[in-house]
């Protein structure tokens, strides 16, 4: 058959993701993915230069996502199908443009591990995300912030004259334009995607991308790639050299055999063919292969240790079996930005699909044996040259503009294009995408001042890039021109005169929790406790009169600023007024998993243990739980001596 590309619904039980966290996210990002500047030392030079490069200190623009549950429904997902006779690849525009699965017909096989519930979780840059399949992370360090948001997709005349699938949006941390281009030729085993990011600024801009593809895995699964060695890094937030397959007594290249959660980066030598394959007890699996630029490659597993196997289960439904993650990415390591040069792009292919090999030398005590033996199965069906050509005639059809409109993401993209007239062949952002978040910034682009802000509803987003920035320094001095000046000043690292724009918007305003919030998030991070909760207290006072209903927005509002209040009361001393403050919350809201939590912290400070222990005795859940947290157990220890209970163990990293 033809390739075909199709609209479909997926129905899968789904816990919704929820509403934005309306406060800006000033704080520093809690990323696991660090380490300290003096463990630099010994580093090859290029890899010390770009772990250095342009660390994000924030999400800003982008707002957290933390309003989701753990409870499913079953939930129709908007998909895009796209299939020949040998492959059929499903994929989730509304989410980031996963490709939920990708089937081999002629086996049956799934060649990713599909997970069979959409769970959110909190990985992502900005919190929610949720696991399996094949997933596109732009941005920096970490799953992107774009895991659960709706992008572009459109079709696209394909190379071979077929038609392909097209995914674009504008990345916000960055400002950058991107696209993927799925192409599956009509007689092919393996999908090509195609992969562009541009700068159309006039500065250097600092680019991650690493693809991260779940797979299926058992006691048999091994992951293959063209290495001898691989920098190991661990939740302890070490980054080390190591041998491959063995270190530390253990094959680490079967997924299962190590006990904690850690990342095994492929020193993949230069000019060596990049790849990467997980292949099962009986030799059958996926390869990823690529173009030279997609040089990394890694290993991510959770090991076989209670904390990993909790989030496993954490992330899908009891019964559902294992997964590791094979990666491949533009740097040896994720913990690398790669500088792209005023108008310049990265733009690369890549192709994945099924692999079988001799089992007995996959598995076999020699490792550069079942290397070679992969490779050469590899290249028996998809040689080198072959994915080179592929990427030439890809590239050549990058600029054509997209046909049938399959899906809409945001009106980021469409503002900025308004704002300085880019231009970007084949990845339109039309102004028909330009909506109510997008619609005050359009106002002070065309108009030079924000509307009239509603007080009925907490502040929409803030833009923070220079440009924005500029424009808010001209506006007129309102309280919301102050609030959003702030926040862009903030982001730029100009921290006092981000204060001094919230206390002149503060004099006037008459909403005035969304600023005395800002000045108490900046009075926390200059180490004034007591300054910071004072604010906080005002703050949450204020809210409570101003909030006009407990509909959607206003909950958010209530959820987000309590927690925060509350444990800034808490690290001041203040166990009246933290109590006060949670009496103010929705019952809805203290029925939540984070709030029991904060409920068993409170009680602790009462001095009431037994009260605490009961929570926990009675269960709870905390359904955005940050990856590698350690409060439960943290609290746990407050309360006894006893071991941690299974149903509260997510630890990812040995004790010290």
């Not at 989730?92 to 959110?120: C, E, F, M």
Request: glycine share 8%.
């Amino acid at each position: 058959m033809a390739t075909t590309v199709r609209r479909a619904v997926l129905t899968l039980p789904a816990a919704a993701t929820g509403p934005e966290n309306p406060l800006p996210a000033l704080r520093p990002l809690d990323e696991m993915h660090v380490i300290d500047d003096r463990d630099r030392d010994g580093l090859p030079r290029d890899m010390a230069r770009q772990l250095g490069h342009a660390p994000l200190a924030t999400v800003l623009p982008v707002r957290t996502l933390d309003g989701y549950g753990r409870e499913r429904t079953p939930t129709d997902l908007d998909a895009i199908v796209i299939e020949n006779d040998r492959l059929r690849a499903t994929v989730l525009p509304g989410l980031g443009g996963r490709i939920h699965s990708l089937v081999h017909k002629p086996t049956g096989r799934d060649l990713v591990y599909a997970n069979p519930v959409l769970q959110p979780a909190d990985f992502a840059l900005n919190g929610a995300w949720f696991s399996g399949g094949i997933e596109w992370n732009i941005g920096a360090t970490g799953h992107t912030t774009l895991s659960c948001a709706p992008v572009h997709a459109a079709v696209v005349p394909a190379p071979d004259g077929g038609e392909m699938v097209r995914l674009w949006e504008w990345e916000r941390l960055r400002d950058l334009p991107f696209q993927v281009d799925l192409w599956l030729p009509g007689d092919s085993d393996f999908l090509h995607v195609g992969v562009r990011i541009r700068n159309p600024h006039e500065h250097p801009a600092p680019v991650y991308w690493w693809s991260n593809i779940a797979v299926p895995e058992d006691e048999g699964t091994r992951v293959l790639a063209p290495a001898d060695e691989a920098w190991h890094f661990g939740y302890e937030r070490t980054l080390n050299r190591v041998p491959m397959p063995e270190t530390g007594g253990v094959d680490r290249t079967y997924p299962l055999r190590s006990d904690y959660p850690a990342d095994y980066f492929y020193e993949v030598p230069d000019g060596a063919r990049r790849w990467i394959a997980s292949l099962d007890g009986e030799g059958h699996g996926l390869v990823q292969t690529s173009t030279e630029l997609l040089r990394g490659r890694k290993l991510f597993l959770w090991g076989s240790g209670p904390g990993g196997r909790r989030w496993q289960e954490w992330l899908t439904e009891p019964g559902t079996p294992g997964y590791a993650e094979i990666q491949a990415g533009l740097a040896r390591t994720q913990l690398e930005h790669v500088p792209l040069e005023p108008g310049g792009e990265f733009s690369w292919l890549e192709s994945y699909g099924p692999l079988s090999a001799d089992p007995a030398t996959v598995h076999g005590d020699d490792w550069a044996a079942a290397r070679a033996e992969t490779e050469q199965r590899l290249a028996a069906v998809l040689p080198r040259a072959d994915v080179d050509a592929a990427y030439e005639a890809w590239r050549r059809c990058a600029d054509t503009e997209p046909g049938e409109i399959l899906a809409t993401g945001s009106g980021w993209g469409a503002l900025e294009v308004r704002r300085a007239g880019h231009k970007l062949p084949g990845t339109p952002f039309a102004e028909t995408t330009l909506g109510e978040q997008q619609a005050p910034w359009l106002e002070l682009l065309e108009q030079g001042a924000f509307p009239e802000p509603d007080a009925a509803t907490p502040p929409g987003p803030s833009l923070v890039s220079p440009h924005w920035r500029d424009m808010l320094e001209t506006a007129s001095a309102d309280p919301l021109t102050e609030y959003h000046l702030g926040i862009a000043q903030w982001h730029a690292d100009d921290r006092a005169q981000a204060v001094r724009s919230w206390e002149r918007g503060l004099a006037v305003a008459r909403s005035r929790w969304p600023l005395l919030r800002c000045l108490a998030v900046a009075a926390q991070e200059g180490g004034q406790a007591d300054r910071a909760a004072d604010h906080y207290t005002e703050a949450f006072d204020d809210l409570c009169a101003q909030r006009s209903d407990d509909g959607e927005a206003w909950t958010a509002a209530t959820a987000a600023l309590g927690r925060e209040a509350i444990e800034a009361l808490l690290t001041a001393g203040r166990t009246a007024q933290a109590r006060t403050v949670w009496a103010g919350l929705f019952p809805e809201i203290r029925d939540r998993g984070r709030f029991r939590l904060l409920e068993a912290r409170l009680l602790l400070a009462e001095g009431d243990r037994e009260a605490a222990r009961a929570l926990f005795d009675r269960g709870f859940e905390v359904a955005d739980l940050r990856e590698g947290a350690e409060i439960l157990e943290e609290v746990w220890e407050q309360l006894t001596d006893e071991p941690l209970p299974d149903r509260y163990n997510y630890r990812m990293r040995p004790r010290t």
